[in-house]
T-cell receptor, first 112, second 116 residues
Framework: AQSVTQLDSHVSVSEGTPVLLRCNYS??????LFWYVQHPNKGLQLLLK??????LVKGINGFEAEFKKSETSFHLTKPSAHMSDAAEYFC??????????FGTGTSLTVIP | GAVVSQHPSRVICKSGTSVKIECRSL??????MFWYRQFPKQSLMLMAT?????????EQGVEKDKFLINHASLTLSTLTVTSAHPEDSSFYIC????????????FGPGTRLTVT
């Protein structure tokens, strides 16, 4: 069975400091993993995805994530937070079918 | 590419009426479309999965007679909330998928439904 755990429901960082949003997954198969961002009252925007190629994945807006099979983790990072990064972030795992399994989300606050 | 639209973006309806939400894949043919519901400050909850030309598969606890899903073409799926009640007020998001593994879902911008 597939599942995702986002370890922090809320993360607060100062502008210009690094961002770390944690995600652990459980999958019976070699998973596909995604990070999406959602701004208030908006749909989901894909930040990046891992689909069994390079384990370090670079996404949009300076975000990247590293797939670590031994730790079943797919943490999202950014070297320097910007005010516009304040949003809700979802980690998603997909199985051999095309169903997505969502984490509970992490709300990122950026302090000026 | 891979753009999904939803219409309307916001809708207010009276209790007891029905409302239809459209989801369109604008630049690709979607073999599968998904409907999600999202409550405030919560994650997305999958309501149903629909494949073009066949009946939707509903998740446990989702009333199929209340949430009617039609996937009549490879670019259009509709969700009709029948006899809406205030507790149906929510943010509804669709997504569309195509191709083969590894699959990716492309999400629409969402529809805010308010039932008064």
């Amino acid at each position: 069975a597939q599942s995702v755990t986002q370890l922090d429901s809320h993360v607060s960082v100062s502008e210009g400091t690094p961002v770390l949003l944690r995600c652990n997954y459980s999958s019976s198969y070699s998973p596909s993993l995604f990070w999406y961002v959602q701004h208030p009252n908006k749909g989901l925007q894909l930040l990046l995805k891992y689909t069994s190629a390079a384990t370090l994945v670079k996404g949009i807006n300076g975000f990247e994530a590293e797939f670590k099979k031994s730790e079943t983790s797919f943490h999202l990072t950014k070297p320097s937070a910007h005010m516009s990064d304040a949003a809700e972030y979802f980690c998603v795992v997909s199985d051999l079918g095309n169903q997505f399994y969502f984490g509970t989300g992490t709300s990122l606050t950026v302090i000026p | 590419g891979a753009v999904v639209s939803q219409h309307p973006s916001r809708v207010i309806c009276k209790s007891g009426t029905s409302v239809k939400i459209e989801c369109r894949s604008l630049d690709f043919q979607a073999t599968t479309m998904f409907w999600y519901r999202q409550f405030p400050k919560q994650s997305l909850m999958l309501m149903a999965t629909s494949n073009e030309g066949s009946k939707a598969t509903y998740e446990q606890g989702v009333e199929k007679d209340k949430f009617l899903i039609n996937h009549a073409s490879l670019t259009l799926s509709t969700l009709t909330v029948t006899s809406a009640h205030p507790e149906d007020s929510s943010f509804y998001i669709c997504s569309a998928s195509w191709g083969s593994f590894p699959y990716e879902q492309y999400f629409g911008p969402g529809t805010r439904l308010t039932v008064t």
